[in-house]
């Protein structure tokens, strides 16, 4: 009796082992899957990693021991893109079949049709890539060339809009695109771009550069103001309007922008209004000097709050050239009569500070008050009537108004005190001959 329960303590003892050695065996087995798998993980993505290159030859022997890796497939399908169409697309094919849910395989697969001609199934590729991926880029944008390229113009620039909506920075070479094949049409590339702040902007700068000045402007026209004034890009479209010989779109803009009812030939001309972050095209340029120190004096004025203050330093040969200045735009052959005010404080000088008129296209002065009066004096009125040449078909012709000092010789005296500007104003009186 003893004896057979010893015998069955030893089946016991030996089953518990077998199981053991099971166990261990299939840890083992598991162990030695999870390297291989690691391995072979390594070694596809190796080859097909793009910089490091791996030939034909080399993905065709790694594909013997790893049929079944739908990486490796598609790399195959790349590659063979270039010599063999018919086996690139079976490779294709089989990375799809092995990875259904991969939009990139079907990318390569419409490569692969539309080189072989087959636009249908190119199409067809490509939509199955943007119903996987909805919203990546890639997908959409190589859908919308593959329309665009068939003259389907109003499908590409359907699906160019929503991929652009998700990448501003494929917008410019979308817009290229567009405008080759719809050949220049305006309403086409509109119809391609979102109607976001940057990608009007893009739109504008765009149209602009196809020498498209009033298109550029009318879009840029149509931005919510707000967003433009906060905006560096908006400053930089307005100033290349201005190069681009668009001074007058680019001066109706910029009155919008800021707010304006009306189109006044000078802005804020009693330095009431603060200066617009950016956009100083047509509003007041300060620049500092060494002759004086020119601020906006909040506690003195002709009328309203504020004027325009200048301190002498009390420097020999005194000199003010355009540090005050503003761009305005007349009408050629117009007569204007400027008026302004000014008050003094203690200035000592050989000859006072001047408003002047410069032409900006010939460089000379147009008009130029008598200097200011040193002493102390309250406010007096500056008076100049002028002529504005003709220029040709032009609408308007620009012009500078700065405040002056020019030395009359090469050395005087220095100039020393305060003087307050305000209420500068232009009205236009008749039409020139």
């Known amino acids: 009796m003893g004896l057979s329960a010893f015998d069955d303590g030893g089946i016991i003892i030996a089953t518990d082992v077998r199981r053991a050695a099971g166990s261990i065996l299939f840890a083992l087995a598991c162990c030695l899957l999870l390297i291989w798998f690691a ?62 849910y991969n939009y990139k395989y079907r990318l390569i697969l419409a490569s692969i049709k539309e080189r072989q001609g087959d636009v249908r199934a190119a199409e067809q590729a ?39 909506l998700m990448d501003h920075s494929s917008l410019p070479a979308t817009l290229e695109f ?42 840029f026209g149509q931005i919510k103001d707000r967003a433009l004034l906060d905006s560096s890009e908006g400053a930089t479209f307005l100033n290349n309007l201005m190069t681009a010989g668009h001074i007058k779109l680019a001066h109706d803009l910029w009155l919008r922008l800021v707010g304006s009812d009306g189109s006044p030939v000078i802005w804020n ?7 617009f972050k950016n956009f100083t095209q047509f509003d007041w340029i300060i620049e500092s000097s060494d ?29 003010l050239n355009n540090e005050i200045r503003q761009l305005l735009l007349l009408q050629p052959g117009a007569k204007y009569k400027f008026q302004g005010y000014a008050k003094t404080e203690g200035l000592i000088t050989p000859q006072g500070p001047r408003v002047v008129i410069t032409s900006i296209q010939a460089s000379n002065w147009l008009a130029v008050s008598a200097p200011i009066a ?47 500007f305000d209420d500068f104003t232009f009205a236009r009186t008749e039409a020139g001959k």
């Open 374 to 420: 040193p002493g102390t004096n309250d406010w007096q009125p500056i008076n100049v009537d002028f002529l504005v040449p003709q220029a040709g078909s032009a609408e308007v012709y620009p012009v500078l108004i700065s405040i002056k000092r020019t030395p009359e010789f090469s050395y005087d005296d220095p100039t020393r005190g305060t003087v307050w």
């Open 126 to 164: 490509s939509r199955q890539a943007t119903a996987l991926a909805p919203y990546n880029t890639t997908a959409r944008l190589r859908l919308a060339r593959l329309l665009g390229d068939q003259g389907r113009i109003n499908e590409a620039t359907a699906e160019f809009r929503r991929a652009t």
């Open 291 to 319: 002759y004086a120190r020119i601020a906006i004096d909040p506690n003195t004025a002709h009328t309203g709050s504020r004027s325009l203050r200048l301190d002498f330093r009390g420097r020999d040969t005194t000199t």
């Open 39 to 100: 391995a072979s993980q390594y070694i596809v993505a190796r080859l097909i990693n793009e910089n490091l290159g791996s030939d034909q030859d080399t993905l065709l022997r790694a594909e013997k021991y790893l049929p079944t890796s739908a990486p490796l497939q598609a790399r195959l399908a790349v590659v063979m893109t270039l010599n063999n169409l018919s086996e690139a697309e079976s490779h294709a094919g089989l990375a799809i079949n092995l990875s259904r």
């Open 178 to 219: 567009i405008w080759r094949i719809s050949k220049g049409d305006v309403h086409a590339a509109e119809a391609a771009t979102n109607d976001d702040v940057r990608a009007q902007l893009i739109l504008a700068n765009f149209f602009l550069d196809q020498s498209h000045g009033s298109d550029a402007a009318r879009v």
């Open 269 to 275: 001309g009693s330095f009431e209004e603060d200066p």
